[in-house]
């Protein structure tokens, strides 16, 4: 008897958003609120049983949250123009997806460092806190990336295939049906790696930031093996993906920069989290 799979494939969305009268809410838009909200509740706790201000987390996102969009939409019109509409509104048709991630994290990064050295804060303790809320964010996004049907793999047979429409479909693949949900593994994998970052800060000494160095490589790794599945549009460099090599750049980064952080640490006996007690100032008008 042949064997049937329990699950013939995953389905796409029909719609990428939903009418209230005569406003459009697109899924993308919603999942990116929701992935800030992710953010800020995980952070809040880490940072909060550190002694530190909830009220700090929610400043650093009400200026990172722009700052990301702003990071990121430049960096897709960088690196993806062909893929924005021929329009005057092109460039600014997020709601269309189009968020480079590593331009948008950078963006947002920067902004809360900004927030965190006026606020006196302690910024590499506050940069472990929010490395999971990082990952947990960057996941919840992805779920807009499924209404919009875009960032997946080649095809396969596979019982968990992703089912895309033909409009969606790159040149070349217009016969192929289901691919690999390339959005789903990075899900998987940063709620994992979040995860583990939780884990290894509860149970390893490690010293700040080494956690958020860690989350450099780590996801820069699932994305690694991400770029090699992905079929859609794309520059191409030496005849990979540019988001390939910008990954194996920021992994190597990333776990060189936590080598020599763990490294520095060793010239200290000090508790690797100085002053738990006031970890970060009071926001005004908190």
Known sequence: MPHVPLLAFLPSPSENGFHVGPLLFRAYGICYVFAVLGAVVVTSRRWEKLGGDGALVQECALWGFPAGLIGGRLYFLAT?????????????????????????????????????????????????????????????????????????????????????????????????????????????????????????????????????????????????????????????ILGMRLNFWVAIALFLVGMIWFVRIQRAGRDFDADPYPDRREVGAPVAGS
């Open 80 to 236: 993806s123009w062909n893929e924005v509409p021929d329009a005057w509104w092109g460039p600014f048709a997020i709601w269309r997806g189009g968020l480079g991630v590593w331009g948008g994290i950078a963006s947002g990064v920067l902004v809360g460092i900004w927030v965190l050295h006026r606020r006196g804060a302690n910024i590499p303790l506050f940069m472990d806190c929010v490395a999971p809320g990082l990952l947990v964010a960057q996941a919840i996004g992805r779920v807009g990336n499924w209404f919009n049907q875009e960032l997946f793999g080649g095809p396969t047979t596979l019982p968990w295939g992703l089912k895309i429409d033909r409009a969606h479909r790159p040149a070349g693949y217009e016969s192929d049906a289901t691919f690999h949900p390339t959005f789903l593994y990075e899900i998987i994998w940063n709620l994992g790696l979040a995860a583990f970052l939780v884990w290894l800060g509860h149970h390893r000494r490690i010293r700040p930031p080494g956690l958020f160095a860690l989350y450099v490589a780590g996801y820069s790794l699932g994305r690694i093996w991400s770029e090699l599945l992905r079929v859609d549009p794309a520059k191409h």
